[in-house]
Structures are given as structure tokens and as C-alpha cells.
């Protein structure tokens, strides 16, 4: 008996959870797309007519059956790369994404080199 | 090895001096110009008067089609609509208007007002369309050639600049 209602408890819940789907992915994308016409605000921010315009596209986009990463395409064509927030990685933005890599591994040596040195002196 | 982190710390500073230097002198107003040589993609706009849907086949045997997207509303597209009734009068190009979010009563007292320029009329309600044409503001105008490849695209008013360089292009491709 506990299984069983363990079981439908479960299921209810998956049933749920996948009908909830949706918003979140929509609104995880608002937060993703710059609002071209504000100061430094995502559309999810904004009420202004183009972040309104877009989120009706994302929305019909969806309900395509397009996914998060094909509407950023869609929409990166129309307007550039600068409309995300998060872009993809290409040859325009390789340094970008690859210096905070580099210092890191930079940093890496420097701290070796250091505690080496420190341990050479005792 | 001190050697090496003091050469690194060096570069690492005049690449970041570098960086600033180059963002400080840069533009940051935002553009679609590199919209420009790209082909438009599916066109699908509904006519102003019907629902009939006009598609890239119809502006195809067109030499130039210059895209316009105004409004009644918006106060800058009637200081470029003297241009718009300008360049209506060439013969290589043709006017495509596309009403962005409007009354259609307003949209009509408008070019009853001001003169029609518009070989085809559409409409966009809900302003959907606009995204598929990289538009975020009107008026914004794109010239285009019969393989729909973008020529210029023009963001704001159209201006008397503006006119005169659309002339030279659409006279001298």
C-alpha cells in the first residue's frame, strides 16, 4: 500500500514538474536576451515594447518546438551576438572566454613557484 | 623564472591598458549593420487592406525594394516621410511599408495627410515581424536588391543624405 502511494505521490509529481517545464525555460531565456533599447537590462526586466515583442517571439518559438539554444541562434542572426548575455564562444570572443583560463593556470605557476622557492629557503 | 612573471605582469598590464584603450575609443552605440549582405529570410507580411500575405516571391522582380517600418505614432517618421514621397517618384525601386503596431484608421489619416509612397502596404500588429527583419525601433528602413540580399540598412529618419545615397545606389548597381 505504501509503495503504491509512494508510487502515485511520484508520479503526480513528475507530471507536474514536466508541466512546469516550459516557463522556466522561457523565463531562463528572458533572462538571457539584452533589451537592445534599455540600459543594461535583460527583457525578463523590461516592459518596454521591444522586450514585450520579443518575449511573445520566444514564446512562439517554443511552441515550435524550437530549442534554447536555436532561439539564441535565431535571434543572434537577427540582431547579433550582442542581444545575449551569455554567447556562444566563436572566434570574436576566444580571448574572452579563454583569459580567466589562462590567469588561472598563470596563478597556478606563480603559487608553485613561490611555495617551491619558500621550501628550498627552510 | 622572477624574470619570466616580471615580463608576464608587464605584458599583462599593457594587454589590459590595451583593452581599455580600444573599449574607451570604440562606439558603443549598438547597429545592425552587419545585417548588410545577408539575404532576408522567409518574408511573410500581411497585406494592409486584406489578409492576403505577400512573400519573397513578389518583390523579386523588383530591381530595389526599399523595407520601411513606421508607424502613425511615431513622431520621427513623419520627418522622413517627405523622403519616402521622393524616392516614390524613381523607377527602379518600389516601397514596401510595413505598419508596425498601429490603429488602421490613424494609419490611414496618416498617408491621407502626408501622400501614400507605398507600392505594397502590410501591416504588423503585434510587431512579430519586426524581429525577423533585426528591427528594434521605427522608423528603421532596409534596402534590399531582387536576390533580397540586404544593401544598407538605415536606423532612425530617413534623411535627405540618406535619399540622395539610396538614388546613387539604386542608379549605379
Not at chain 1, 508510487?7 to 525555460?25: A, D, K, R, Y
Not at chain 1, 540582431?79 to 570572443?93: R, T
Not at chain 2, 552587419?34 to 486584406?50: A, M, P, R, T, Y
Request: charged letters at 20%; a neutral charge.
Amino acid at each position: 500500500m505504501k509503495i503504491k502511494i509512494f508510487l502515485t505521490i511520484f508520479f503526480i509529481s513528475f507530471n507536474l514538474n514536466l508541466g512546469s517545464n516550459e516557463p522556466i525555460v522561457e523565463s531562463k531565456i528572458h533572462k538571457n536576451l539584452r533589451c537592445l533599447v534599455c540600459q543594461g537590462q535583460s527583457i525578463a526586466d523590461s516592459n518596454s515594447d521591444f522586450a514585450i515583442t520579443l518575449k511573445m517571439v520566444v514564446k512562439d518559438l517554443i511552441k515550435d518546438g524550437k530549442s534554447e539554444d536555436e532561439i539564441y541562434d535565431f535571434l543572434s542572426e537577427k540582431y547579433g551576438d550582442w542581444i545575449l548575455y551569455n554567447p556562444k564562444l566563436n572566434a570574436g570572443n576566444l580571448l574572452l572566454w579563454s583569459l580567466p583560463y589562462l590567469v588561472l593556470v598563470f596563478g597556478g605557476v606563480i603559487i608553485v613557484f613561490l611555495i617551491r622557492k619558500q621550501s628550498k629557503k627552510t | 623564472m622572477q624574470k619570466i612573471i616580471k615580463i608576464t605582469i608587464i605584458f599583462l598590464l599593457i594587454f589590459i591598458l590595451g583593452i581599455f584603450f580600444l573599449s574607451l575609443n570604440k562606439s558603443s552605440n549598438y547597429n545592425t549593420e552587419f545585417l548588410v549582405g545577408n539575404k532576408l529570410g522567409e518574408i511573410e507580411l500581411v497585406s494592409f487592406e486584406d489578409d492576403s500575405v505577400y512573400t519573397n516571391d513578389d518583390f523579386k522582380n523588383n530591381s530595389f525594394t526599399l523595407i520601411n517600418f513606421w508607424a502613425s505614432w511615431c513622431a520621427p517618421c513623419r520627418i522622413e516621410h517627405p523622403q519616402l514621397m521622393e524616392l516614390s517618384k524613381e523607377n527602379n525601386i518600389k516601397i514596401l511599408g510595413v505598419n508596425f503596431k498601429d490603429k488602421k484608421i490613424n494609419a490611414l489619416k496618416f498617408l491621407k495627410d502626408l501622400g501614400d509612397p507605398y507600392e505594397y502596404l502590410t501591416r504588423d500588429s503585434n510587431g512579430k515581424q519586426s524581429v525577423n527583419f533585426g528591427i528594434y525601433g521605427i522608423p528603421e528602413s532596409i534596402l534590399i536588391d531582387n536576390k533580397l540580399t540586404i544593401i544598407k540598412k538605415f536606423v532612425g529618419p530617413l534623411t535627405k543624405h540618406d535619399l540622395n545615397n539610396i538614388i546613387e545606389i539604386i542608379n549605379n548597381l
